[in-house]
């Protein structure tokens, strides 16, 4: 028997394919049925605390016609999309150079820069969140730089005793960027490390200029990269939890702090249900686009 | 030898079984606790278990939503449960808690009687929950920031931040106020509103006398003053008696000079009692009972808030308790505060959806 013959045997392969879709149906499309059934039911005072109602149509729409009733559900929807799609275009901008830069250095180089940029992973992502709030607190050695540079800058009516950083929404975007950017860089560079050279190679000899090269051959070449970079960043921005919660401004929530609060603070599972089946809906939707966008790519690149 | 499909899927099919077994396993010499985090002694749970013999398992939580998230959800394990007198009448509706056989607590007698006045407004006779620990809401001030910007202030008034000429002098040293249901009920009795009664047109005016104030508030939060307060980001902090001692302890720790005072308003404000509670489905009750009485007894408990640094409901403790913390009047209040605090009543569903809606159109700005 050939040593790989055993796995040719068709059980053995059902099985082994299963597993995979077995996990994707216990941990991802039951928790989400679970979900959405939760979200037609009714809050109430028990363990667990909802229930469905026990005559036909057995289902209440009560969460979702809040979701519309009441303007601070979809006020944060609008902040949550404002700032994950800011933070995202930020580190489109910032990423890009950097892995485009990462490809162009030397082996050596292109390894320790690397390195680089996952080191800031081997720390907890909380602990370097409080570092930016110590940072951008009022009474910090960063913030009065920054203020005595503002100072100088302008005329002297406009002087502050200090920048208000911390609790603004600009903080939250800021330390987003701060902490998704790796998840940008990584997908591109993967991607633009793989794109064949002699294609710019070929445009010069063409007669095209290197910012041309860059528009008509690196960038649409690039276009898988930063659409998975860009999801790998909007998807958890947008449903950021911890970061609007310690740096940002309480005026603005995000809606992952309006589920937080429906869930936790009023015991109203139904309704934080709802909010997560909607975010659901909204966040799938450039998950779709995604992939008809990758399957035309792959049918255009072999037409 | 090849293993066939057939083999294989026979031979693992008792796997499946495994977490039946696991949850059937008889109750041994156990007890499952559900407590505040930095919430106990040192040498509390070592101590009962050799006293005993009971094996502890002791588990912590660091925010009341996700212990009540998990409460509400059921079948925890837990026997014994740290739970906020604020939410216990609801969780005792929900069936969450069992009511406590006091004929099996005899240490009960060494409970502070004006303590368990006030718990009792929470669940009548305080027949589901042993009050461990309690203290106020009020507001912590940095003195010198303070006193820089409103040298005559009475900071046992609200109107120092409620009126607006004196939140704007505030403003920049920052004000933060509570995230939380405390913040209503402090203006409610702020305008001199009675208690527990919630409408629309009370709410209103609560929203109004905050939101002209407004934009002199940099943030609100129920946590995180912890680490502003000392930091000398926040000046005016509404916050709970306890978070004012922790806060005061870690700026010690950290070597940062700052001068805090806490105060209870004038015009009454919440106490807060926590609770030691049975769950209902829990399978060591008799080892409970048996935690319970412990945390009864005058020296335990004592030594619990020599530690943590707040009130305990037990008066046969005081005797035990370090000078130092019985007479920091932040922690044991004195007779005058005392008589400002009171027992919010539980919240019907359509009073806390009011009160939320107020909470976030104060937020709103």
New interface residues.
């Given amino acids: ?1 050939k040593p790989a013959a ?1 796995f040719d ?1 068709r ?2 392969s059902d ?1 082994i394919i299963g597993v995979p879709y077995a996990w994707a149906i216990v941990f991802i499309l039951v928790p989400i049925v679970i979900v959405s059934a939760l979200s037609f039911a009714v ?1 109430v ?5 909802y229930a469905f109602a026990q005559s036909w149509p057995y289902v209440s729409t009560g969460s979702f016609h809040r979701l519309f009733a ?1 303007s ?1 559900y979809v ?1 944060s929807f609008g902040v949550s999309l404002f700032n994950a799609g800011v933070a995202t275009v930020l580190c489109l901008l910032i990423g890009y150079p950097m892995a485009l830069g990462l490809t162009r250095v030397s082996k050596a180089a292109n390894r320790v820069l690397l390195m680089l940029i996952v080191l800031p992973f081997w720390t907890s992502f909380l602990l370097r969140v ?1 570092a930016w ?2 940072l951008m ?3 910090s050695w960063f913030n009065r730089l920054l203020t005595s540079l503002y100072n100088v800058l302008v005329p002297q009516a406009w002087h502050v ?1 200090h920048i ?1 950083i ?2 603004t929404n600009f903080a939250v975007i800021f330390v987003v960027v701060y902490s998704y950017l790796p998840f940008m860089i990584l997908p591109l560079y993967a991607n633009l490390e793989k794109l064949d050279r002699t294609l710019d190679e070929a445009a010069m000899d063409l007669g095209s200029r290197p910012w041309q090269v860059f528009v008509d051959v690196t960038l649409p070449l690039s276009m898988p990269g930063i659409i998975a970079g860009g999801l790998l960043v909007f998807i958890p921005a947008a449903g950021e939890l911890v970061i609007p919660g ?1 740096v940002g ?3 603005d ?1 995000m809606i992952g702090a309006i589920i ?2 429906e ?5 109203d599972w139904p309704m934080a249900a709802s909010i997560s089946v909607a975010l659901l809906v909204v966040l799938v939707v450039p998950l779709m686009a995604y992939t008809r966008f990758q399957s035309r790519a792959e049918a255009g690149a072999r037409g | 030898m ?1 293993i ?2 057939r083999q ?1 899927l026979k031979a693992s099919a008792p796997l499946l079984a495994v977490p039946w077994c696991l949850s059937c396993t008889k109750a041994g010499n156990e007890l499952n606790i559900y407590s505040w985090a930095d919430y106990i002694g040192e040498d509390t749970i070592a101590d009962f278990s050799a006293i005993t013999g009971i094996k502890v398992n002791y588990d912590t939580y660091n ?4 212990m ?2 998990k ?4 079948s925890t394990g837990y026997d014994v449960v740290n739970q906020s007198g604020v939410t216990l009448r ?1 969780f005792v ?4 808690y069992a009511r406590l056989d006091k004929n099996r607590l005899p240490n009960w007698n060494n409970l502070d009687p004006a303590v368990l006045a006030i718990a009792a407004g929470y669940n009548p006779d305080n027949a589901y929950g042993m009050p461990y620990m309690w203290g106020s809401t009020g507001m912590t001030y940095n003195l010198d920031m303070v006193r820089a910007r409103l040298p005559d202030a009475d900071l046992e008034s609200l109107d120092t931040i409620f009126d607006p000429a004196n939140a704007a002098k505030l403003a ?1 040293c ?1 004000i933060s106020l509570l ?1 939380d249901q405390s913040l209503v009920w402090i203006v409610m009795s702020y305008l001199g509103k009675p208690r527990d009664v919630y409408s629309k047109a009370v709410m209103d005016d609560v929203v109004r006398t905050v939101k002209r104030v407004r934009p002199y508030i ?4 129920s946590s ?1 003053f912890l ?2 307060l000392p ?3 926040m000046c005016v902090v509404n916050n709970w008696s306890g978070d004012y001692a922790t806060a005061r302890r870690r700026a010690r720790e950290a070597g940062v000079d700052i001068d805090l005072g806490y105060f209870v308003p004038k015009t009454s404000a919440p106490a807060w009692i926590d609770m030691y509670c049975l769950v209902s489905d829990g399978l060591n009750r008799d080892n409970a009972y048996k935690f319970l009485n412990y945390m009864m007894m005058p020296e335990v408990i004592a030594k619990c808030t020599n530690h943590i640094r707040y009130a305990n409901a037990n008066l046969a403790s005081r005797r035990f308790v370090d000078r130092a913390v019985l007479e920091d009047t932040t922690i044991y209040p004195t007779k005058d505060v005392l008589a400002r605090l009171y027992a919010p009543k539980s919240l019907s ?1 359509a009073d ?2 009011l009160i ?2 107020a909470i ?1 159109a104060i ?3």
């Fill in positions: 028997m055993w045997r059980g053995w099985i809050p005072l028990n363990s667990p605390p009441d601070i006020r409080y709030i110590g607190g009022t009474t005793p208000q911390m609790y310690l401004n309480m005026a929530p937080s609060e869930f936790g603070l009023n015991h | 090849t066939t499909r294989a925010s009341t939503p996700e009540e998230a409460m509400l959800a059921g609801d509706k929900a069936g969450v920049d920052g995230d940099r943030t609100f939060d995180n680490v502003s930091n000398k980001e569903a806390s959806r939320n809606d976030n937020k709103a700005g």
